[in-house]
């Protein structure tokens, strides 16, 4: 997602809701209270976008899944927020003509520079309260790495890095995609660029 750009009032979801079913043009988010206005991405973050959607329509193919791409509204009731995830998968009774929704298996975020603290801090803080929500997948644009958070036993979330070469494991719709397939065209190498530093990485994640 583009870069946002958050308001400074309080706003209530019934007016956001308002403002957005109002609006032709701009898109927002809302984090309990606040709206956060959104802008356009760059073509590498929508190809990445675009090639994850491809991937995960072939994996829940013939299955009740559905996989929807940017402009779906998803609902965390139990943080007061509504968010446009870049890529999801919903298992649930949605139909096409339902305006957002409120479950989702499985979340992606493409990142960015503006919004890598945010897609991994409050975004995941809320997200992670979705009781339907099995994994949530963060993609990276300075390398190939992919970060996936699955949930676990007692509200533990278990953390898995995935990188250049391998294959991204989604128990959560018992299928796979290679990472290749992912930053297909995208222009992000395999490695991350000489000034970027790494930061140590565990396996386990504590909600």
Same mark, same amino acid.
């Given at each position: 997602?583009?870069?946002?750009? &958050?308001?400074?009032?309080?706003?209530?979801?019934?007016?956001?809701?308002?403002?957005?079913?109002?609006?032709?043009?701009?898109?927002?988010?809302?984090?309990?209270?606040?709206?956060?206005?959104?802008?356009?991405?760059?073509?590498?973050?929508?190809?990445?976008?675009?090639?994850?959607?491809?991937?995960?329509?072939?994996?829940? &193919?013939?299955?009740?899944?559905?996989?929807?791409?940017?402009?779906?509204?998803?609902?965390?009731?139990?943080?007061?927020?509504?968010?446009?995830?870049?890529?999801?998968?919903?298992?649930?009774?949605?139909?096409?003509?339902?305006?957002?929704?409120?479950? &989702?298996?499985?979340?992606?975020?493409?990142?960015?520079?503006?919004?890598?603290?945010?897609?991994?801090?409050?975004?995941?803080?809320?997200?992670?309260?979705?009781?339907?929500?099995?994994?949530?997948?963060?993609?990276?644009?300075?390398?190939?790495?992919?970060?996936?958070?699955?949930?676990?036993?007692?509200?533990?979330?278990?953390?898995?890095?995935?990188?250049?070469?391998?294959?991204?494991?989604?128990?959560?719709?018992?299928?796979?995609?290679?990472?290749?397939?992912?930053?297909?065209?995208?222009?992000?190498?395999?490695?991350?660029?000489?000034?970027?530093?790494?930061?140590?990485?565990?396996?386990?994640?504590?909600?």
């Amino acid at each position: 997602m583009g870069l946002p750009q &958050a308001q400074s009032h309080w706003v209530s979801p019934e007016d956001y809701l308002a403002q957005e079913e109002a609006s032709l043009q701009e898109k927002s988010e809302y984090y309990d209270g606040e709206i956060v206005m959104m802008t356009g991405g760059t073509l590498g973050h929508n190809t990445i976008a675009g090639n994850c959607y491809v991937a995960l329509r072939q994996q829940v &193919a013939g299955s009740h899944c559905r996989v929807q791409i940017n402009d779906v509204r998803l609902h965390v009731a139990a943080a007061n927020s509504y968010f446009y995830p870049d890529v999801l998968v919903h298992c649930g009774g949605a139909t096409a003509s339902d305006k957002g929704l409120s479950e &989702a298996r499985l979340v992606i975020e493409v990142l960015s520079p503006s919004t890598s603290s945010v897609d991994r801090g409050r975004k995941f803080r809320a997200y992670r309260q979705l009781e339907s929500l099995l994994e949530y997948l963060i993609v990276d644009t300075e390398q190939q790495q992919i970060d996936v958070y699955r949930r676990a036993e007692a509200g533990d979330w278990l953390y898995h890095a995935y990188n250049a070469g391998e294959l991204v494991q989604l128990s959560g719709i018992a299928g796979s995609i290679a990472v290749a397939d992912i930053y297909a065209d995208s222009g992000v190498p395999e490695q991350p660029p000489l000034w970027l530093v790494s930061e140590p990485q565990t396996n386990e994640y504590r909600a």
